[in-house]
């Protein structure tokens, strides 16, 4: 019988609850700062400020810090219990949001925006990316990951009538399909939708790349890597676009 939690009185409510997994895979953090690191160049031409926005518990600012000497780098959350977990991973931490008041910064402040796994979770997505170009000055990065609906397995997991991992119709348990944790996901892309998504926002889609997922057994894991090289297949995409 599947047990379930306590309904949350609202979505914000959720992602306050510590319980809720904030952080995601190295390989993915790593991939897509390297990817950051290529695109800003070395701090010797002059640092750059990056907001990794939605930083959650800070683990993927930590892991792209070393990879990005010299670069200033600021979490941005809006859940006080993330925060307080990313300030013992990052210098500076700050809350913000995508709606609502906004991000606490100037326009055209920010050289580079890290959107991890982030915009799966937005209600208005739209939004968000007017305020992340907001910040952006001209002609700065995004670098946004997300689930890729149509992962490899997803394909078949759907043709066996089964839900696709990542998707979630509840956020109180998992229901058709594999896994234990409810993450909170409202919206998934497949990697065409994601690039005409980020396009009609008013960015230039510089490159689209794939990286794997942690939570992929074992023994899949192989497999899980192949696909990157075509990331229509693979499980996470990293989109690196400018704003225009």
Known sequence: MTTTAPPPKDLRDFYEDPTVPVASGTPRSRRQARMLAEAL??????????????????????????????????????????????????????????????????????????????????????AALDEIRRVLRPGGH????????????????????????????????IHGRPGREVVGHLRLYTARALREFVTAAGFEVVRLAGAPFHGVPRPLRPLDRLACARPALASILLLHARKT
Not at 143 to 165: C, D, E, F, H, K
């Open 41 to 126: 160049g070395p701090a010797a031409a002059g640092p750059r400020t990056v907001l990794d926005i939605g930083c959650g518990d800070g683990t993927a600012a930590a892991t792209a810090a070393p990879l990005l000497p010299g670069h200033r780098l600021i979490g941005v959350d809006w859940s006080q219990d993330a925060l307080r977990r990313a300030r013992t991973r990052l210098p500076y931490a700050v809350r913000g949001e995508l709606t609502g008041r906004g991000l606490p910064f100037a326009t055209g402040s920010a050289d580079a925006v890290l959107f991890s796994e982030v915009i799966e979770h937005l209600v208005d997505p739209d």
């Open 142 to 173: 995004l670098m946004l990951s997300t689930p890729n609906l149509a992962a490899w397995y997803n394909r078949g997991l759907l043709l066996a009538g089964i839900q696709p991992v990542f998707s979630e119709v509840s956020l109180r348990a």
